[in-house]
């Protein structure tokens, strides 16, 4: 027997999580079977563990969308007994049943192993938001970095406190925007070189364009920031549209392309073939600082889950939740 959060759906649509014990036999087919030690909370995760259940497809339902641990039971020949892997993407916690579970069964092609330098928890806290950070800092790169400060939006969340350590330990000036003032010596110790309050740049002109700034941008929040931001970056720099905290919706102009030739570059970590998981991974190992990333972290079990996913909807979680589903 295993324990996992599991919600289930009543006659009434309501759903409820709580934690169960299952076996083995309970969970779907797969090619490997990994004995989950560590998951994190995202901003999916949060959807599917609320009330609506957001993007989850069939209860009773795992959510989780990613988990690090170490394989139990393979049919394919790329993973044995023993080895350490790590899931993100691939519709796992919304689809099929995720990380919040101390056995998952998936398969194979969506596991990438876990590179050198790099345990079970601290891929988790680097997880998907981190994965995705990278993903974010690698697209600017592949279209140049200008000079200047790149700028981070929703800087304090997950995907923001990774890409700030990140671009900061790859020598970048960085601008962290958050709403959050007492986030600052936070986000300073992650190698912030600037803090940008949220209001400085939602309640600028509106112009379509204003003055160059920034050399590049990661964006986690969308809807007006986003908008505003195209108008702020400087000629030919690059936006990594990651998220949408702030909204979807786009209120932005075409002059920003035509004008400054910037590039809006959209991210996304759920279908990324193997080979660019294994390239980001291995970028992770060497570019981001395990120090910071251990002052990003907080601790949880399976029980805390359903408060914490009610927060990370309300923007009120700092850096990254590490789920020890093990324990
Ligand atoms: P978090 O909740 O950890 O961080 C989001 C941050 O955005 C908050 O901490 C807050 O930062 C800021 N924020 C929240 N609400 C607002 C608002 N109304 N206006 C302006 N800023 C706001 O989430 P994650 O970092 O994990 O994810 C961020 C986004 O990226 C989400 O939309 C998520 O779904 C998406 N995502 C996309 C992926 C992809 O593949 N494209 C993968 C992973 C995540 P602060 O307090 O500093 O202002």
Redesign the pocket.
């Known amino acids: 027997m295993f324990k996992a959060l599991v919600v289930e759906k009543n006659e009434e649509g309501k759903t409820h999580a709580a934690v169960q014990e299952l076996s083995l036999d309970q969970l779907p087919e797969g090619d490997v079977t990994v004995a989950v030690e560590y998951s994190t909370v995202?901003?999916?995760d949060g959807l599917c563990i609320g009330p609506g259940g957001g993007l989850v497809r069939n209860y009773p339902h795992i959510p989780g969308i990613d988990f690090a641990g170490t394989v139990e039971a393979s049919d394919d020949a790329r993973y044995k007994p023993g080895d350490k892997v790590v899931l993100t993407g691939w519709r796992v916690g919304e689809a099929y049943w995720g990380g919040y579970s101390q056995k998952a069964r998936v398969k194979a092609d969506w596991l990438v192993p876990l590179p050198d330098g790099l345990d079970t928890r601290q891929a988790m806290a680097v997880g998907?938001?981190g994965f995705?950070a990278m993903l974010a800092v690698m697209a600017l790169e592949d279209h140049g970095i200008k000079d200047g400060p790149v700028l981070v939006t929703?800087?304090?969340?997950?995907?923001?406190s990774v890409a700030t350590a990140i671009l900061a330990n790859l020598g970048h000036p960085v601008a962290a925007?958050?709403?959050?003032p007492e986030?600052t010596d936070y986000l300073t110790s992650l190698g912030a070189t600037q803090i940008v309050a949220?209001e400085e740049i939602n309640e600028t002109t509106k112009r379509p364009l204003e003055a160059e700034t920034w050399g590049g941008c990661v964006d986690?929040?969308g809807g007006d920031?986003l908008a505003r931001v195209l108008g702020q970056m400087k000629y030919g720099a690059s936006v990594s549209a990651?998220?949408?905290?702030?909204g979807a919706g786009l209120p932005a102009t075409v002059i920003p392309f035509l004008l400054r030739g910037v590039n809006l570059l959209g991210?996304?970590?759920?279908m990324q073939p193997y080979d660019n998981r294994v390239r980001a991974w291995a970028r992770i190992a060497k570019d981001l600082p395990m120090d910071k990333l251990e002052a990003m972290i907080q601790p949880a079990t399976l029980s805390d889950l359903p408060d914490l996913g009610r927060g990370?909807l309300k923007?009120q979680?700092k850096g990254r939740v590490v789920v020890d589903v093990k324990g």
């Open positions: 995202n901003y999916k998907t938001a995705t929703g800087a304090a969340g997950g995907v923001g925007v958050t709403g959050r986030t949220r986690a929040v920031m990651v998220g949408l905290a702030g991210i996304d970590s759920v990370i923007g979680v």
